[in-house]
């Protein structure tokens, strides 16, 4: 199983980013998917989850209505569009592979991935 993050990068707050995963080594529609993210200092923080027909997704309160995740099943990508971006977004951001098709109500929980990709920084500053 291989996970790849890209798209992050520097930005200033009020902006917006576009990070994808690209996976390799399973069938991608058969999982759930989710986007975590790491500041230092921090615990790792759930931020989203979609279900391996797309059609069901999951927000963390902090960016939910900024955040949007998509998945292209045939391209074997997962995205996640980030619009009016803000300092307390500054991460590195990590794409992970879920345990079953739907995301449960567990999702943002760290045991609910089966696993993970090197993360890709996202840094909001003025």
């Known amino acids: 199983v291989q996970l790849q993050a890209s798209g992050g990068g520097l930005v200033q707050p009020g902006d917006s980013l576009k990070l994808s995963c690209e996976s390799s080594?399973?069938?991608?529609?058969?999982?759930?998917m989710g986007w975590s993210r790491q500041a230092p200092g921090k615990e790792r923080e759930g931020v989203s989850c979609?279900?391996?027909?797309?059609?069901?997704?999951s927000y963390a309160s902090s960016v939910r209505g900024r955040f949007t995740i998509s998945r292209d099943n045939h391209k074997n990508t997962v995205s996640l569009q980030m619009n009016s971006l803000k300092p307390n977004d500054t991460a590195t951001y990590y794409c992970?592979?879920?345990?079953?098709?739907?995301?449960?109500?567990?999702?943002?929980?760290?045991?609910?991935?089966?696993?993970w990709g090197k993360g890709t920084q996202v840094t909001v500053s003025s």
């Open positions: 080594g399973f069938t991608l529609e058969h999982y759930y």
């Open positions: 992970a592979r879920g345990i079953s098709r739907l995301c449960g109500d567990r999702w943002f929980q760290a045991p609910e991935y089966a696993d």
């Open positions: 979609i279900s391996s027909t797309g059609i069901t997704t």
